[in-house]
């Protein structure tokens, strides 16, 4: 397909090379198309641009639109998700290409932070909304406990992946800041805190028991 091709293509490109650096006709070429058919599927390359940084806030978002998950399946499931794309080579290495050019092409960051981060922020309010409705959380102000979930999950290692590009995220390190964060989020929002720890803590020890499994294998 390709609008798929294209696309892989572009987020290769941004990646490696940040927005200013990234050029339609490289993109083109790796996606093997020409250039007047990339401009029939994206009009441009900040179009192209938004439209890579949204199908990555899309794919983030997935696990928690499943209607018959519960509150904690879904909150496990979204955060291993967000950890898997934004700790990605090419993610944070676009990220931090995005950030270099901030000062100079500010609307690309802009453009960078409204199809991404801030799409799926707005995307965990809705999620966070959809739960009190439930009466799964109890919640006074829904944009603080986005921003808290989203700081408890994952702010530490991607805030350190992004500066120590040598190094690769660690499994048990991610499984206890995810399960940590979840935990303190349950705590303070969960309408059922005891069941949904519970919940969690069993998610928490099946992993932890995988680990260990494979270690004693080794």
Same mark, same amino acid.
């Given at each position: 397909?390709?609008?798929?091709?294209?696309?892989?293509?572009?987020?290769?490109?941004?990646?490696?090379?940040?927005?200013?650096?990234?050029?339609?006709? @490289?993109?083109?070429? =790796? !996606?093997?198309?020409?250039?007047?058919?990339?401009? *029939?599927?994206?009009? /441009?390359? #900040?179009? &192209?641009?938004?439209?890579?940084?949204?199908?990555?806030?899309?794919?983030?978002?997935?696990?928690?639109?499943?209607?018959?998950?519960?509150?904690?399946?879904?909150?496990?499931?979204?955060?291993?998700?967000?950890?898997?794309?934004?700790?990605?080579?090419?993610?944070?290495?676009?990220?931090?290409?995005?950030?270099?050019?901030?000062?100079?092409?500010?609307?690309?960051?802009?453009?960078?932070?409204? @199809?991404?981060?801030? =799409? !799926?922020?707005?995307?965990?309010?809705?999620?966070? *909304?959809?739960?009190? /409705?439930? #009466?799964? &959380?109890?919640?006074?102000?829904?944009?603080?406990?986005?921003?808290?979930?989203?700081?408890?999950?994952?702010?530490?290692?991607?805030?350190?992946?992004?500066?120590?590009?040598?190094?690769?995220?660690?499994?048990?390190?991610?499984?206890?800041?995810?399960?940590?964060?979840?935990?303190?989020?349950?705590?303070?929002?969960?309408?059922?805190?005891?069941?949904?720890?519970?919940?969690?803590?069993?998610?928490?020890?099946?992993?932890?028991?995988?680990?260990?499994?494979?270690?004693?294998?080794?």
């Amino acid at each position: 397909m390709k609008s798929r091709r294209i696309l892989d293509a572009a987020l290769q490109e941004f990646s490696a090379l940040g927005f200013d650096g990234a050029s339609m006709s @490289a993109i083109a070429k =790796s !996606a093997g198309v020409s250039k007047p058919t990339l401009y *029939q599927y994206f009009d /441009d390359k #900040d179009r &192209l641009f938004a439209t890579v940084l949204q199908e990555g806030c899309d794919h983030i978002m997935t696990p928690l639109s499943v209607p018959d998950g519960s509150l904690v399946d879904r909150l496990w499931e979204f955060s291993w998700t967000y950890a898997d794309f934004v700790l990605r080579p090419d993610m944070l290495s676009l990220a931090r290409l995005v950030l270099g050019e901030a000062s100079r092409r500010p609307e690309v960051a802009s453009s960078y932070h409204l @199809a991404g981060p801030g =799409s !799926a922020f707005k995307g965990l309010i809705a999620f966070i *909304q959809e739960c009190v /409705d439930a #009466d799964q &959380l109890e919640v006074d102000n829904l944009e603080f406990a986005a921003q808290d979930l989203w700081s408890l999950i994952l702010s530490g290692p991607r805030d350190y992946h992004l500066h120590f590009v040598d190094k690769h995220p660690d499994a048990d390190h991610l499984l206890q800041s995810i399960g940590h964060g979840l935990e303190v989020f349950l705590k303070v929002y969960s309408t059922n805190r005891v069941k949904d720890l519970d919940t969690l803590a069993e998610k928490i020890k099946v992993v932890q028991d995988a680990a260990n499994s494979r270690r004693t294998e080794k």
